[in-house]
Nanobody, 124 residues
Framework: QVQLVEAGGGLVQAGGSLRLSCAASGRAFASYVMGWFRQAPGKEREFIAAISPSGTIPPYADSVKGRFTISRDNVKNAVYLQMNSLKPEDTAVYYC?????????????????WGQGTQVTVSS
């Protein structure tokens, strides 16, 4: 079992940057696929990025491509999301998620473990 705790959210002006972290407890973190999702008020949860156990990164969501970067540290049991050039439309609760299977990495329903989320608010 994996427990996930996100941190790093907050209020930032448009054009600014934030770095989210997701700390994982439990064994075998290095064997998990990690994903970042977000959910804005009144909207469905949206895939942002994923990273395989070995660090392979599939295409990001179009909405964040070129601005966000996912990374992981298997020694520290953590996954990160560097967010640059933030826009007001990036405002949402951001979640990290973990699962052992790579298939459908962009589907929220495939992830077994979820963090509690961290709020990101981007002001214009």
């Amino acid at each position: 079992q994996v427990q996930l705790v996100e941190a790093g959210g907050g209020l930032v002006q448009a054009g600014g940057s934030l770095r989210l972290s997701c700390a994982a407890s439990g064994r075998a973190f290095a064997s998990y696929v990690m994903g970042w999702f977000r959910q804005a008020p009144g909207k469905e949860r949206e895939f942002i990025a994923a990273i395989s156990p070995s660090g392979t990164i599939p295409p990001y969501a179009d909405s964040v491509k070129g601005r966000f970067t996912i990374s992981r540290d298997n020694v520290k049991n953590a996954v990160y999301l560097q967010m640059n050039s933030l826009k007001p439309e990036d405002t949402a609760v951001y979640y990290c998620a973990a699962d052992t299977a790579w298939q459908n990495y962009y589907r929220d329903y495939k992830y077994k473990y979820w963090g509690q989320g961290t709020q990101v608010t981007v002001s214009s």
